[in-house]
T-cell receptor, first 112, second 116 residues
Framework: GQNIDQPTEMTATEGAIVQINCTYQTSGFNGLFWYQQHAGEAPTFLSYNVLDGLEEKGRFSSFLSRSKGYSYLLLKELQMKDSASYLCAPRGDSGGYQKVTFGTGTKLQVIP | GAGVSQSPSNKVTEKGKDVELRCDPISGHTALYWYRQSLGQGLEFLIY????????KSGLPSDRFSAERTGGSVSTLTIQRTQQEDSAVYLC??????????????FGPGTRLLVL
């Protein structure tokens, strides 16, 4: 099975940097995804990590430490449009299948 | 279209009625997932299909829920004898490489189901 823990809500200021943490306990771990979900919309893919370290993609970066069961999503130069929920989703064994399991998400509010 | 489509976009039904939700995955995607998301909650896995393999039904909450995928493409999720607690957004996602490490799921817009 899988346990995923991430903060429920965060607030940050426009132009600032915010780090959203995620810890997980996943058997057969095989990579971790971050998805963004704006209110009333479907999730969209942001990033993927399978090896330890930092993956950078524009204003967004994602970090993974497999030994610690820990990941974070780093958002730089925050914009108002970044207000959304951010879902941590590790891939591993669940119910006898390898699949991705989504956390409950961190609702980020960007304020002026 | 190039994306995952779902229909209807909204459905209001009375308690006890059956409903069918439809998902058209991205052409060529072999894997298809159904999730449920209640207001303010995370994604709850329901079921997935991969090619001709037996579907993973481990997330279906009760025997009132069933799903099928015809011809390896379109899928329907059926909820029988709906209950008020079934009210949620039902999301469908497809991917091209289920089982491969870098599988990325693409989500449809969802069906918002309200059971009165």
């Amino acid at each position: 099975g899988q346990n995923i823990d991430q903060p429920t809500e965060m607030t940050a200021t426009e132009g600032a940097i915010v780090q959203i943490n995620c810890t997980y306990q996943t058997s057969g771990f095989n990579g971790l995804f971050w998805y963004q979900q704006h209110a009333g919309e479907a999730p969209t893919f942001l990033s993927y990590n399978v090896l330890d370290g930092l993956e950078e993609k524009g204003r967004f970066s994602s970090f993974l430490s497999r030994s610690k069961g820990y990941s974070y999503l780093l958002l730089k130069e925050l914009q108002m449009k970044d207000s959304a929920s951010y879902l941590c989703a590790p891939r591993g064994d669940s119910g006898g299948y390898q699949k991705v399991t989504f956390g409950t998400g961190t609702k980020l509010q960007v304020i002026p | 279209g190039a994306g995952v489509s779902q229909s209807p976009s909204n459905k209001v039904t009375e308690k006890g009625k059956d409903v069918e939700l439809r998902c058209d995955p991205i052409s060529g995607h072999t894997a298809l997932y159904w999730y449920r998301q209640s207001l303010g909650q995370g994604l709850e896995f329901l079921i997935y299909f991969q090619g001709n393999s037996a579907p993973d039904k481990s997330g279906l909450p009760s025997d009132r829920f069933s799903a099928e995928r015809t011809g390896g493409s379109v899928s329907t999720l059926t909820i029988q004898r709906t209950q008020q607690e079934d009210s949620a957004v039902y999301l469908c996602a497809s991917s091209s490489r289920q089982g491969e490490v870098r599988e990325t799921q693409y989500f449809g817009p969802g069906t918002r189901l309200l059971v009165l």
